[in-house]
């Protein structure tokens, strides 16, 4: 009885002060973010767009482009209608896990090189989408939505943008982590939208979370894993958005000379799964720059809700709220049956956030599902975007399988 209940009060100690932490960082004067992917994408010699996109319930996104390729000048490709691609980042993320790997190794690139139509999506409260027609983001309005909202609202206003943009009837989609989640709302809800996608590759992906591992989840399921007053509190506030302290981490801990890297990657390590040597290190400083991009703490409420109920449903609002939004006591599940599509799904042992047994799972409940395991047992959630062998590993196996579906189906163009 009484290490029970001891155990329980350290665990109170330990998110109260995690609280606090978060509390402080929201309240750090803005940096007003570090919008450096055209940025980048214009150093590594690639032409780039930036296009904004309105969602049905009003927030801007930022959307980037990148129409071609300097290594195919001569190839007359833009007479033809290219192929288009669609790649869409995790929680906390943003469009330049695509790109600062560099020109020779990231997913972005390689697919201009080979000829396709990139386009790099940016979910609503991350550093390229911090604006709504009327809410502020210093405002906690701005902040009431989960990755049920990203899944409904932004992934349908950018994928249709794109297509309309790009003149083609479907994309070839990639994403990672949450971007993952989001897929899978948005075809198991609106179930035509799977015949906008030619082809799926799903990094890491996540809807069940019965065995999930990563320890932070442990204690917080305890306290907001199901609807509290708690909960309640800390639903629709801003999570670790850019902050000038997070620069001068980046310049003195993360740089290449400091001697305390360990605490960057370890970082990492702490969320993706301990004790990878994949990691890119020379990656670290634009890592760093760039993460964590932002996201609402509903985000993290609703998946710690799907760990401790072990289902991939809505979000829970508590018995009153439910009855009103979804006219039931409990939320619904996600009908994952609906996702049609055929999907690939890329997957590992030591992924903190993403489970074997989950993925494994889903993929029985799925009509099309196509497994790829990675042959490491070390490989974390990180290593799908950052790693050094992510080229040979993921990069090459995705466009290798877009390159059979384009050899083998012809592409319509949007009527
Ligand atoms: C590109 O177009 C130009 C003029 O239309 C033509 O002379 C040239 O051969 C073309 N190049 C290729 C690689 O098709
Ligand atoms: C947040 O959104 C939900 C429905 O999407 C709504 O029921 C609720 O009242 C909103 N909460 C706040 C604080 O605006
Ligand atoms: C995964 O979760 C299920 C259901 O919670 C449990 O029965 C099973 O033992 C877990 N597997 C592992 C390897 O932890
Ligand atoms: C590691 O990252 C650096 C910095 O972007 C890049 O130049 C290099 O090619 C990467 N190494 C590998 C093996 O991918």
Known sequence: MFTVAHLKYKNIWIWLLLLVVLLVIAELPQANGFKVTATLISNHNYPVEEHTVHTYDDYILTMYRIPDSPKLKDNNATSTTKPVVFLQHGILCASDDWI?????????????????????????????????????????????????????????????????????????????????????????????????????????????????SFLLSKVGGIFLGYPSFLSMVLAGVELLPTTSVQKLFCEYVCSPESHFTFLCSGILNFIGGWGTRHLNHTLLPHVCETHPAGASTTQIIHYLQLYTSGDFKQFDYGIDLNLKKYNQKTPPHYEVSNIKSCVNMYYSNNDYMSAVEDVEYLATLLPCAELYRIPYDDWNHYDFLWSINVKEMINDRIIEKIEAYERTHDHPQAI
Do not use: C
């Open 100 to 212: 600062i790997n560099g020109p020779e190794t990231s997913l972005a690139y390689m697919f201009a090189d080979m000829g396709y139509d990139v386009w790099l999506g940016n979910a609503r409260g991350n550093t390229y989408s911090r604006q709504h027609k009327h809410k502020r983001p210093d405002s906690s309005d701005f902040w009431n939505f989960s990755w049920h909202e990203i899944g409904v609202y932004d992934l349908t206003a950018m994928l249709d943008y794109v297509l309309e943009e790009s003149n083609v009837a479907s994309v070839h989609f990639v994403a990672h982590s949450q971007g993952t989640t989001t897929f899978f709302v948005l075809m198991s809800s609106m179930p035509w939208y799977n015949e906008k996608v030619r082809t799926v590759h799903l990094l890491a992906p996540i809807a069940f979370m019965r065995n999930h």
